[in-house]
T-cell receptor, first 111, second 114 residues
Framework: NAGVTQTPKFQVLKTGQSMTLQCAQD?????MYWYRQDPGMGLRLIYY???????DKGEVPNGYNVSRLNKREFSLRLESAAPSQTSVYFC??????????FGPGTRLLVL | KQEVTQIPAALSVPEGENLVLNCSFT??????LQWFRQDPGKGLTSLLL?????REQTSGRLNASLDKSSGRSTLYIAASQPGDSATYLC?????????????FGAGTRLAVHP
């Protein structure tokens, strides 16, 4: 089992460009999450999906959109990237109330 | 405000020492508490999960305890090795802002030297 996979690993964008971060899990989990990790701010939840077909805002959703494509896949889209979105993005999955498992992360630099 | 605090922020020990990492949380109404390990430039690896009804969990040289009444959890690492060097994060699952939210501490950066 690959667990949680994310693509791409690294990305450099110019301000105003758009991109989609991809996430997939093979553990048959219902819940999936997108976090960002910033120095001094820790990990913060952007969006989550409690089950296939549902998505909800987390702590810092502004500037992002998500799609729960199916049970396995949960994508994060930046429509118009800003330097403040420079961060490391992590996808995670879990069953309700159980351990969350994280992907390897996507390092994003917005110039 | 619901917060998770980890002490110390950094720790350097010689190989072979037993050590304790501390985690405290402000809201005792947690669902579970999870300990993670993060290596530089890598993702988070789940180490142990303690449900709110449990007192401790063990995996190999790691033992995590939970005391909900005092708002504390500890991660005990026995016979530390250089390969244990990493940042250790604790996170508490709480109901906040209308949803179940995993709230992370800032982490303890551990260095084990030979």
């Amino acid at each position: 089992n690959a667990g949680v996979t994310q693509t791409p690993k690294f990305q450099v964008l110019k301000t105003g460009q758009s991109m989609t971060l991809q996430c997939a899990q093979d553990m048959n989990h219902n819940s999936m999450y997108w976090y960002r990790q910033d120095p001094g701010m820790g990990l913060r939840l952007i969006y989550y999906s409690a089950s296939e077909g549902t998505t909800d805002k987390g702590e810092v959703p502004n500037g992002y959109n998500v799609s729960r494509l199916n049970k396995r896949e949960f994508s994060l889209r930046l429509e118009s990237a800003a330097p403040s979105q420079t961060s490391v993005y992590f996808c995670a999955s879990s069953e309700a109330g159980r351990a969350q498992y994280f992907g390897p992360g996507t390092r994003l630099l917005v110039l | 405000k619901q917060e998770v605090t980890q002490i110390p922020a950094a720790l350097s020990v010689p190989e072979g020492e037993n050590l304790v990492l501390n985690c405290s949380f402000t809201d005792s109404a947690i669902y579970n508490l999870q300990w993670f390990r993060q290596d530089p430039g890598k993702g988070l690896t789940s180490l142990l999960l303690i449900q709110s009804s449990q007192r401790e969990q063990t995996s190999g040289r790691l033992n995590a305890s939970l005391d909900k009444s005092s708002g504390r959890s500890t991660l005990y690492i026995a016979a530390s090795q250089p390969g244990d060097s990493a940042t250790y994060l604790c996170a508490a699952l709480m109901f906040s802002g209308g949803y179940n939210k995993l709230i992370f501490g800032a982490g303890t950066r551990l260095a084990v030297h030979p």
